[in-house]
């Protein structure tokens, strides 16, 4: 397989070694979405306290992050709860930060070539990684065999991005892919609070812009505008080209 073929692959490769160096990404991160975990999309703190209060805290839990990226999510979440982590990534940079920098089970591998033992794991989360796998039924089969009893897959979904909009959340590919294989579900509508992060990251983008160009990543400061340009009108505007949910499902 050439990794240069893999959606964006060389772009997350430069993506994790900015995110490691820059102090202005950081401050970024911080003042937009509440905490530095290099987020890269459509994630915030408040996705990531909805993670924490379906985890126990009378007992460790095993938890798995698909798609881990340099592993400051799996970091922050073993900061608040008792938990083993173990997570992968297709980027070699992202899981080289993430053996320095977060004691955990990590691994560079695509979500397509993933495996682990059956029903090892509490927990699951896919925030926006579930759109790499070349069918969403096949992988969240996978993950189904994974959990334990009880166990919960947590997915992030956004749609008018890589997949496109206008399914609905009960008609999406994720819908149908927990369906397919018998995962029960619940499903959160995020899309205005989506819109609101990304005006904040927006805004927080443009205070920066003369720090980002002073160290020389006027790159990623693009990039981060590029990504927010859906949130530059209003929300029914917004609303009628983008949505995002939470799926959370039980085995």
């Known amino acids: 397989m050439n990794k240069n073929d893999l959606l964006f692959y060389n772009e997350y490769e430069k993506f994790y070694k900015m995110a490691e160096k820059s102090a202005v990404f ?3 991160c911080r003042t937009a979405c509440g905490e530095d975990l290099s987020q890269d999309g459509f994630g915030d703190m ?12 009378e007992k460790k839990s095993e938890i798995l992050d698909v ?5 400051k999510l799996l970091g922050y979440i073993k900061s608040k709860r008792e938990v083993n982590i173990h997570g992968f990534d297709f980027s070699e940079n992202a899981i080289e930060h993430a ?14 070539e993933a495996d682990y033992p059956e029903s090892i794991f509490d927990m699951v989360i896919s925030m926006d990684s579930i759109y790499f796998a070349k069918d969403m039924g096949e992988f969240a089969g996978r993950v189904k065999k994974w959990l334990k009893t009880g166990g919960v897959f947590f997915i992030g979904y956004t749609e008018g991005d890589i997949v496109p909009f206008g399914n609905g959340a009960e008609n999406s590919l994720a819908a ?14 995020i899309t205005r ?27 990623w400061y693009h990039m981060i505008m590029g990504q927010t340009e859906c949130a530059a009108s209003g929300y029914e505007d917004f609303a009628g080209k983008m949505a995002r949910f939470i799926f959370i499902g039980r085995k």
């Open 67 to 71: 798609g881990c990226g340099n592993g």
């Open 99 to 112: 053996r320095k920098n977060v004691e955990g089970n990590f691994r560079v591998c695509t979500v397509d």
């Open 193 to 219: 609070e989506t819109y609101e992060l990304l005006r904040r990251k927006r805004e927080c983008a443009e205070a920066l812009r003369g720090d980002f160009e002073a160290e020389g990543d006027m790159e």
């Open 26 to 28: 950081e401050e970024f």
């Open 176 to 189: 149908r892919a927990l369906r397919g294989c018998g995962i029960k579900y619940d499903i959160e509508d």
């Open 46 to 57: 408040r996705q990531i306290d909805r993670i924490l209060n379906l985890l126990s805290r």
